[in-house]
């Protein structure tokens, strides 16, 4: 009996506390629970008691400082190319007679009287593009859905491979071929386009007539086939990433192939599709070459059909170079060339806020 009391009272009645006396005669709880601390260390340097340091390696101080660096160097680069832009182009905006944003007159041999207007070359660049966006989308997605469908392993990695093959073709070289070749071979289909839809404004009778092969038509066109590598190899890649057990699942409940793609695969890379297509538009808008020996034929300005010819902002500033010998007259270029930069750089944003919002939501 003598010993159950001592017992009781150094444990205490279950579910009640030991009294501060009796917590001290066990010794304090900071040295009963604290782990060991190295001679010489710090308590903040070790890892789950066990006394190992959490002090970062010196190469992945070296690695992670590498990639910050570059980081840094890409995005002050791209800020450097924007201040440089707007310094040279301040003075032929100050000198500009007419507005810069909304005048169609381009005439910069006199750097005393310098009249340039963006409103013609905004208006061909987005036109241009767009045809070859409107093109290039439906046949990019038709190819990535059979190459991950329907094709079997082996043909859709050759397949694959030639179309990205298409993205190392020198932009000179579909520019010749558009102009040599794909302009009289699609003729007959530019003119009847032209006849049967004329009373349509975006078909109508372009200010070029009857020479309708350097069209803003036939650049789309060709534009459009430079587009297929991009468009194609990406949205590939999402389609192939659509999770296994949903297609699975959707076979198993009895859907056929197509309805397996509508209710699956294309949901699921809807938003990557978008993004491609938005990143493929932000490279027709910069393509320079091709556009510059397709649009070879004067024209009187843009009349909102794509039967005119004209010029897009890369094609103008790559058929003048000449004229950049006045520093003046380079400037009205310079203001072009800012603006592309930043219509292509608000382009490529917003595609990487679809892809990224995307990949959010998985």
Known sequence: ????????????????????????????????????????????????????????????????????????????????????????????????????????????????????????????????????????????????????????????????????????VPSIIFGLWGLLVLAPTIEPFSAWLNETFSWIPIFAVGNIAPNIRGSIFTAGVVLAVMLLPIITSLTREVFERTPTPQIEGALALGATRWEVIRTTVLPFGKAGYIGASMLGLGRALGETIALTVILLIPSTGFDWSIFDGGATFASKIAADASEFNDPTSAGAYIAAGLVLFVLTFVVNFFARAIIGDKKGDR
Do not use: C, H
Request: aromatic share 6%; proline share 6%.
């Open 1 to 168: 009996m003598t010993e159950q009391r001592s017992q009781r009272t150094l444990t205490g009645a279950p579910g009640e506390r030991p009294s501060s006396r009796e917590s001290l005669a066990e010794g304090p709880i900071s040295e009963q629970t604290a782990a060991p601390v190295p001679a010489g260390g710090d308590p903040k340097n070790t890892a789950g008691g066990n006394g190992k340091s959490n002090a970062v390696r010196p190469g992945d101080r070296i690695f992670k400082n590498l990639t910050t660096g570059a980081g840094v160097f890409v995005v002050a680069l791209i800020g450097l190319i924007g201040v440089f832009l707007v310094i040279q182009a301040i003075p032929a905006l100050k000198a500009n007679q007419v507005s810069f944003l909304f005048s169609r007159e381009w005439s910069t041999g006199d750097s005393g009287n310098l009249r340039f207007g963006i409103l013609d070359l905004l208006l061909v660049t987005v036109t241009t593009s767009l045809v070859a966006l409107v093109i290039a989308m439906p046949v990019s997605l038709g190819i990535a859905l059979f190459l991950t469908q329907y094709a079997p392993r082996r043909l859709s990695r050759a397949f694959a491979y030639v179309i990205d093959l298409l993205a190392a």
